[in-house]
């Protein structure tokens, strides 16, 4: 109760890119959370900023906010050519108490050339793959901290018919193409939504919707008997994504690519499926699409896991609360 009643006097100024957007992950998974927490938030997106008003205009819009608002905390994403180094240190020149957060989702691929050098900008990192933490304590960078949450209010199970096979959300790349052709021609039904996928005239049939909003993703996630993640990055390699999470919130059964980073929250085989290659994933779709029960049950043993051990607010007031103990110990963030 401590913290909750420390956080309601305090104000968040929520500048995440897509915070705004009603297909943006990051408005779906921080806004409500946010709002329940803190006494005050601020909404200001990056990206929609800019296509508004440009750059240089969208910057000052953004610094105007910080220097009449004086929020307690700025949580946004860096790196774009306005949120960059510069700005952090505009942020502390026109509001010295102003606290900066920084949201570090890619450390599996970006710590090297990327979180290492901002994080000695930002008074703290909220790092959503944990497991890359001892990065930060190579460095000797005591900024780092671990927050795994996902929105588990918005995320739930509906009163809904399964109607589709297998069903696939998400923007393609070539190996996901790939992949999904080598279904397809092993006569699997699988129904895909997300964008660039119209490109492909032998995939057409298929594609039933380009980038959809949050609550039609929940719909098509509750109707689907199996949900495919495909959670490689863009370079083909294993990437612990939001995806999984989300699919058991709404107690549904998802098969996805082999990455060891979730058998940190998940049990294989009782909690998660994971495929390891084409046929192990056409095996494993053909031999749940015979097994409801067993489908249900593995299901129902992730949605208990993240509802009980993943809740966004939850795990937002452990990450401040971590912040408030930093500044009583007299932290003050020095580039090593």
């Known amino acids: 109760m401590e913290i909750e009643k ?7 100024l929520y500048a995440l890119w897509d915070c705004e957007s009603d297909t943006g992950w990051t408005n779906y998974q921080f806004d409500s959370p946010l709002r329940k927490i803190f006494k005050k938030v601020i909404k200001f997106d990056p990206r929609k900023k800019r296509f508004l008003y440009g750059s240089k ?19 946004l994403m860096v790196g774009s050519d306005e949120m960059n180094i510069d700005t952090l240190e505009e942020i502390k020149k026109i509001s010295p108490k102003t606290k900066t957060i920084a949201l570090l989702t890619d450390e599996d691929v970006e710590f090297d050339v990327f979180s290492r050098y901002y994080a000695l900008f930002v008074d703290y990192c909220m790092v959503t793959q944990p497991r890359y933490l001892y990065l930060y304590d190579k460095d000797g960078l005591k900024n780092g901290l671990p927050m795994v949450g996902f929105n588990v209010e918005l995320f739930k199970p509906l009163k809904v018919p399964k109607i589709y096979d297998i069903s696939f959300v998400g923007q393609q790349y070539t190996p996901r193409v790939d992949l999904i052709r080598f279904l397809i021609k092993n006569k699997i039904n699988i129904n895909i939504w997300g964008q660039g996928w119209l490109d492909y005239d032998d995939l057409r049939d298929l594609i039933k919707g380009g980038p959809v909003n949050v609550e039609k993703y929940i719909e098509i996630t509750n109707k689907s008997k199996i949900t495919l993640c495909l959670v ?41 499926i ?14 749940y699409l015979k097994n409801d029960a067993l489908r249900k049950k593995i299901a129902n043993a992730a949605y208990i ?5 993943y809740d966004i607010k939850d795990s937002l007031k452990e990450f401040f609360k971590s912040i408030l103990e930093y500044e009583e110990s007299g932290y003050k963030r020095t580039i090593p």
């Open 6 to 12: 420390a956080l309601k006097e305090k104000t968040i």
């Open 232 to 272: 490689k990055n863009k370079y083909g390699n294993p990437h612990v994504s939001h995806r999984p999470f989300e699919v058991a919130a709404c107690k549904s059964f998802q098969l996805l690519d082999y990455a060891p980073e979730y058998l940190d929250y998940f049990k294989e085989n009782k909690e998660i």
């Open 305 to 309: 896991k993240v509802i009980n051990s």
């Open 57 to 75: 205009l969208m910057k000052e819009k953004f610094l105007e906010i910080v220097r009449i608002s004086r929020p307690d905390y700025v949580f």
């Open 274 to 287: 994971l495929f390891k290659s084409k046929e192990d994933l056409l095996k494993k779709i053909n031999y």
